[in-house]
């Protein structure tokens, strides 16, 4: 249960962050920011890498599996918002 | 000492998350926000591959090879209007991922121990049935985006009550889940039934709702990896979930209000059929439309100090954004001031004009929003408005029974002549006429936005 509290508070602060940082956030830059948050939302490769190593054969593929997904959001993610910000950045 | 490291690599990438999206308030600093965001998922992903859990590499390696191949594929590849499809992708692939390292933790949580303690299991149930929703529904609004699926709303008879089953059905198999955590098979059934109730809950959401429903996909899709920080009791996957959540859930709150409806309208409710007791196309038009030629345009053109163009998805379709672009440019270079008025629905997701403006060389200071535009669009003195409709319609301001009344539009009316360039007179998505087309100082240039454009290019050089 304290556990659960810990992991809690995080979540709700971190949300907080988000508010705050993304209002400020120009309608200019609304199609990267979404772009951008797919990427970072491929952090769950930090949890498939971990499943993906280890002894079972079934974590080893349903880890595999999310590596392989986690890593297209993670690549294509920055990838593409880096190639939209220098569309903006060009002229300027 | 070890667990130290770690946990104090995935605060560091944490606040690189952050500065990254703070990078985003400014196009300056946007291209630096992006590069730290990529340096955090670096040091995450790399202070991972040490845990001593891990004991062979090759599927991770594999993995991430297949997978950053595709995904850089995918990057290049990829049409700047095709950027709703993409997102809806990742949007999806993000929840699928979700779904399997929740089940993967399930597995492993229950090998180890001989209860998992409740957090996980309840974490897990959610982590499958939020993950589920929203790779379906992703792949439906991708197939809506691409034209695979009817862009129209589907509907079928007693859609509510199935809709509802499946919601009791989902919530009794989460508790199973919660209750049964070593039953593996409730897992999967409860990420069944949730993926059937994620394609119903976006098929019957029109095409033109699209960018509420991606933008809200988006937060689903944080809050998919928040729960799944939840199950593996890791705190850069709950950060960067809720973040990502929270940018959901604004982007969505901002499409909604500029389309003045409210997100239970979107996701439930049907855009409400042609305005019954408004009047008819015949009756908005007749006699009343003043059809131009590329030359009289160029000649308004060639006259006025101040100029305003209102692009709409239409523009982008006909592919007209460079010679749109080149046309402000011959402008400007002739001492016209030309600025852009971009309505939040303009495009197909959040800010898609926007990049589509600047893929043009558009330079972003150029382009307004609705509210600035508005504050001087009276002074302007020619308004080219080019594949745009319901959203310059003045009819949401003085229509309380039309179907888009209150919804903020761009006054184009108010400026002193409005050049609208578009095919025929057909309605916009809203399906109702547009008086602005028949006001006296209206001009309608009949054809294909591309073609016009360099039409009227051709006749300002020429005069």
Redesign the interface.
Known sequence: ?E??LM?FT??VL??F???E????????????????????????????????????W???V??????????????????????????????? | MYDFIINFS?LV??VL??F???G?????T??R???L??C??LL??IV??T?R?????E??I???V???A???V???R?E?TS?PE??AL??G??G??????A???L??GS?LTDSP???LTIATAASGLIGAVTFWGSLVAFGKLKGLISENAVLFSGQQVINSILAVLVLGLSIGVVLNPESFSLYWMLVGVASILGVLLVLPIGGADMPVV??LL?SY??LA??A?????????????????????I??TH?MCKAMNRSLTNVLFGVMGTSGEGGQTADEVYGGKVKSASPEEVALLFDAARRVAIIPGYGMAVSQAQHPVASLAALLESRGTTVEYG?H?VA?R????M??LM??A?????S?K?MDDINQTIDQVDVVLVIGANDVVNPLARTDPSSPIAGMPIIDVDKAKIVVVIKRSLSPGFAGIPNPLFALDNSLMLFGDGKKMILDIITALKDS
Not at chain 1, 32 to 42: H, K, R, T
Not at chain 2, 24 to 28: A, F, G, S
Not at chain 2, 96 to 101: G, L
Not at chain 2, 349 to 352: K, L, N, Q, T, V
């Open positions: 249960m556990m659960f992991s995080v979540f971190a949300i962050v988000g508010f940082v993304i209002t400020k956030i120009p309608p200019t830059l609304h199609t990267p920011l979404m772009s951008g948050s797919n990427a970072i939302s491929g952090i769950t490769l930090v949890g498939a890498i971990v499943s993906t190593g280890t002894e079972l079934v974590t080893t349903l880890g595999f599996l999310s590596v392989v997904l986690a890593s297209i959001n993670v690549i294509g993610g920055f990838m593409v918002t880096n190639r939209m910000l220098a569309m903006f950045k060009k002229k300027n | 995935y990438a944490s998350f952050i990254g999206l703070k985003l308030t400014h196009p300056r946007a291209v926000g992006n590069l965001g990529a955090g998922m995450a992903v991972t591959l845990d859990h891990i004991v062979s590499y599927y991770i594999l993995g991430m297949v997978g950053g595709i995904g850089a995918l990057a290049l990829i700047m950027m993409m997102v990742l949007n692939f993000g699928a991922a979700s779904i399997f390292v089940g993967a933790a597995i492993e090998s303690i409740l957090q991606v933008a988006n899709s944080g990896a928040a799944t920080g939840f199950v593996l009791s890791n705190n850069v996957l709950i950060i960067t979930g809720s973040l990502v959540g929270a940018s959901g604004i982007l901002i971009i939040p495009g997701m959040p800010g898609h926007n990049v600047a893929e060389d558009v330079p972003y200071d382009l929003d």
